[in-house]
């Protein structure tokens, strides 16, 4: 061989086969841009600080890694199908497998310089375009700077030099260990009739009802957390088993059915999909996948930063909010009394005090069991917030009067769970009412919010019995846990920077005085407005930027793999198209049956997408509400939005490739 002969050889042959090769290189180019800006944004020194900006971009950039490796590896092996017929021919001229190896090795390295100089273009070009991006999303647009990112170039070398040698040993694996015969045949093996397999098919429907019964049943925010990705992996492996096994068990059912199968259009229709779906069904469960998560990551993203604001005014109605617990009655209005004489240039206004008891238990019937001990005791799933009648209306302006024995409750679960009559530790007390209003001036956690009651009893004697009973469960080491606690809301004027700074005085001034009244630090917690807006603001649109970021890949591998599905049937019903014309069937006839089994096999992994969707809604309301979202008829929009864009979205693509499909089917005719 001449010398370079392999070089030339191999670019020839990238050019023959640009109709393949190029989406195959705009693929590879956009994902490695994509990684690179990844890679960029994490790495800007203006998120030091930053820590869940930090994190989120850490992980997408891991998301899209693995992403890049089973997107090119499936395109890799449709390409390589394309071409066995081209290699069983090299072999059949003399040429010997190492030599075409060596020509595989070429086009590889090619292919890696190419997908490297545009990933590196493209990227460096759209960095700048992403930073403004995440900078309006995530309000630090003072904090980061526009460079090259050094690492992240390297890294990406990396990634994508592993990527593209596994991808090399993989198709020189094939080469060595196929035979000239069955390359040229290659073309023809998919015509083998598929056979059942039961075991997945059941398997598949398993795993997926396990899935969906999961997030059906799931009633609280804290098991969804836990639950989320057992039930998604669940669905995930359930899915590619359904499209895989289940399709073609369900379509030879049809065939075993005579009085169906034995019709004109079923005829085909079943023969045609019972082939389409052994060569598409990893294609078809992938598209499913994929379509699935952009809905999700989209709907509940925009919802939470279309919610953001009524979410910052639910759980900080007031500019600052502090919790105190302290068994020493003396010590809230001491800090009180020390912060305003100490701080007389700031306003306190709209102030709200609450004074309570709060208590972990657990739930056996009529009786609230308290655990003796610390383990168990955190591990109690009901919350209890006990308070005098005289508090609650100076919390609220509502009277209320009640007997010794009597308790008049707020239902955070708003489903009035508690028993009529209930006992805890030493006391014993009947519900005569249930109160429509809460005494807490900002919103509790969404996880305690779940199984949470405001208990009021008639007095602060009352009170101080159920705490000294509490008192005795744990005492001198739980000391803090049985404390009463204060908790105390208001508003200042100046600008939001000044009431930052305030905050700061604040938690100087309480951690002086904890120190000074030996009060435990794990006693008391400070928040305000404006750091937590702030906080609210740059995890929820972090979780946007992540969103739209991986939703544009994900589409791109949709579009991807529908495009080379779309070639791969063109080619392969370009020869059913003759055949069925020779046993009968006119033209149009032909036509008419192969559009409808693509137009079944193209929309069935959308209509399962939005199966799971639905399935899954009830669930991601729970996981949102641990995000502080409660506006169900929100997400229910963004959902329903996000549905019909992504489906029009999909019908263009399929309009597009369908021309390309019809293309081929034609000029083979």
Same mark, same amino acid.
């Given at each position: ?31 490695? #841009?994509?990684?690179? %800006? ?31 490796? %089973? ?5 890799? +092996? ?43 273009? &493209? ?23 526009? !460079? ?20 090399? &040993? ?111 069904? $990893?294609?078809?469960? +992938?598209?499913?996948?994929?379509? *699935? ?38 010590? @809230? ?48 799933? *009901?919350?209890?917030?006990?308070? +005098?009648?005289?508090?609650? $209306? ?12 009597? *308790?008049? &409750? ?16 030493? #006391?014993?007390?009947?519900? $005569?009412?249930?109160?429509?209003? +809460? ?34 469960? @744990? ?9 009463? #606690? ?37 006693? !008391? ?53 003759? %055949? ?49 979202? *409660?506006?169900?008829?929100?997400? $229910? ?33």
């Amino acid at each position: 061989m001449r010398k370079g002969f392999y070089m030339r050889f191999a670019a020839q042959n990238l050019q023959k086969n640009s109709k393949f090769y190029i989406p195959y290189l705009i693929a590879s180019s956009l994902t490695a #841009s994509m990684f690179y %800006i990844m890679c960029f944004l994490e790495n800007n020194p203006g998120l030091e600080k930053h820590s869940a900006q930090k994190w989120m971009l850490h992980f997408g950039a891991i998301i899209i890694g693995i992403f890049a490796v %089973i997107l090119l590896l499936y395109i890799n +092996s449709f390409l390589m199908k394309r071409r066995q017929k081209e290699i069983g021919l090299y072999n059949v001229l003399g040429m010997e497998k190492q030599h075409i190896c060596r020509i595989f090795g070429w086009e590889t390295l090619y292919s890696y310089f190419i997908t490297m100089a545009c990933g590196f273009g &493209v990227g460096i070009l759209l960095s700048k375009l992403f930073l403004l991006l995440l900078c309006k999303l995530t309000n630090v647009t003072h904090a980061l700077s526009f !460079y090259i990112s050094g690492k992240g170039m390297g890294i990406t070398l990396l990634l994508f030099a592993g990527i593209f040698l596994l991808l090399l &040993v993989l198709n020189q694996f094939k080469i060595h260990f196929s035979h000239p015969v069955e390359l040229l045949r290659g073309g023809n093996v998919g015509e083998k009739e598929p056979k059942s397999n039961w075991f997945l098919a059941i398997l598949g429907l398993g795993l997926t009802g396990t899935g969906y019964y999961i997030a059906l049943t799931t009633t609280s925010a804290v098991a969804a957390i836990k639950s989320f990705f057992i039930a998604v992996l669940l669905v995930i492996v359930g899915t590619y088993f359904l499209f895989i096994a289940g399709t073609i068990v369900l379509l030879k059912l049809l065939r075993k059915n005579k009085k169906f199968y034995y019709k004109t259009n079923h005829f085909t229709a079943v023969s045609g999909l019972l082939y389409r779906m052994k060569q598409n069904a $990893t294609g078809l469960a +992938s598209i499913c996948v994929l379509a *699935t998560m952009v809905i999700v990551m989209i709907s509940s993203t925009v919802s939470l930063n279309m919610n953001v604001n009524k979410i910052i005014n639910q759980t900080y109605p007031h500019d600052y909010s502090i919790d105190i617990q302290s068994t020493n009655p003396k010590f @809230f209005q001491n800090f009180l009394k020390s912060l305003k004489e100490k701080n007389t240039n700031h306003t306190f206004k709209n102030e709200h005090t609450t004074r309570y008891l709060s208590i972990q238990a657990n739930e056996k019937g009529n009786n609230l069991e308290v655990p003796n001990q610390m383990e168990q005791y955190f591990n109690c799933k *009901t919350y209890l917030f006990f308070l +005098s009648a005289e508090d609650y $209306t100076a919390s609220t302006g509502i009277r209320l009067s009640l007997q010794d024995n009597e *308790t008049a &409750v707020f239902d955070f679960t708003k489903k009035n769970r508690l028993p009529d009559t209930f006992s805890i530790l030493d #006391s014993s007390f009947k519900q $005569t009412a249930a109160l429509k209003t +809460s005494p807490f001036a900002s919103n509790i956690s969404p996880t305690v919010m779940e199984n949470a009651h405001v208990i009021v009893v008639k007095n602060h004697q009352i009170l101080n019995k159920l705490q000294k009973e509490f008192q005795e469960i @744990f005492g001198k080491s739980g000391n803090y846990l049985s404390a009463l #606690s204060y908790s105390y809301s208001f508003d200042t004027d100046g600008t939001d920077a000044e009431k930052v700074s305030f905050l700061k005085t604040i938690q100087m001034e309480l951690s002086k005085e904890c120190k000074a009244s030996a009060v435990n630090s794990n006693g !008391y917690s400070i928040s305000s407005r404006q750091d937590g807006e702030k906080g609210f603001r740059n995890t929820y649109g972090g979780m946007l930027f992540l969103g739209l970021f991986l939703s544009i890949l994900f589409l791109m591998a949709t579009v991807l793999i529908i495009y080379y599905k779309q070639i791969s049937e063109g080619y392969d019903d370009a020869k059913r198209f003759q %055949i069925m014309q020779k046993v009968g069937m006119s033209q149009t006839e032909v036509k008419k049956s192969i559009h409808s089994q693509v137009l079944i096999v193209f929309f069935l992994p959308l209509a399962v997408a939005v199966l799971h969707m639905i399935v899954a809604f009830p669930y991601m309301t729970k996981l949102l509400r641990a995000m502080y979202l *409660t506006d169900i008829p929100l997400f $229910t929009l963004c959902t329903v939005c996000t549905v019909a864009i992504f489906a029009l979205v999909y019908v263009i693509v399929y309009a597009l490739t369908t021309h390309t499909y019809y293309k081929i089917v034609s000029s083979a005719n």
